[in-house]
């Protein structure tokens, strides 16, 4: 068989792959596992190729750290609106700043936000909540989530909404995410006058 014809083969092969690739990438639930070994087997079978090296796989590594941030962020809002602050406070790093908007100083250091945080164990009830447009952009080691929250309070005779902005800065150390800054603010809407 001649070298064109292999490489043509190879191509064809390849390109299979890499659509297989990327249909698993772009659901709306990717399989991240099964795009990244579609994108391994393409460059197994052509060496050098671009797309699936300088674009495929820096994807799905993105997106592997995009959805386990959130994921991370989900779980600690889940035990905060439980009462239990800890889900937090274990992805804190030790070096970590925190500012609250009840507070007129950022906190320095996981001591200082424990001092802070711990006696809110059990007082906070919060019966759903919803991440709207979470964003997490990163570069490897470092990555920054912002989003909107909505707290959802049911009282006797109403129920209550607490709109958040967060940001959350997230490193990995010793292989782990860790937060090492977080900053909450009230979403409070500016209202117009009556013309």
Known sequence: ???????????????????????????????????????????????HWHYPRATLIPQIETAKIKIEIIGLERA??????????????????????????????????????????????GKIRIDSYEMINPQVQGDGEVAVLTFNLIDSVKRRDREENIRWNSTEVYRRIEGNWRIIHSDWSYLEPQLKEAP
């Open 1 to 47: 068989m001649s070298l064109l014809k292999q490489v043509a083969i190879c191509i064809v092969l390849a390109g299979t792959v890499v659509g297989a690739s990327d249909s698993n990438f772009y659901r709306s639930a990717p399989n991240l596992a099964a795009a990244k070994q579609y994108a391994r087997a393409a460059l197994a079978l052509v060496r």
């Open 76 to 121: 600690a809002l889940e035990r905060w609106g439980n009462g239990d602050p800890q889900g937090y406070l274990e992805l804190m790093a030790a070096d970590v700043t925190y500012f609250d908007p009840a507070l007129e100083k950022r906190l320095d250091g996981l001591a200082a936000v424990k001092a802070y945080i711990i006696p809110f164990t």
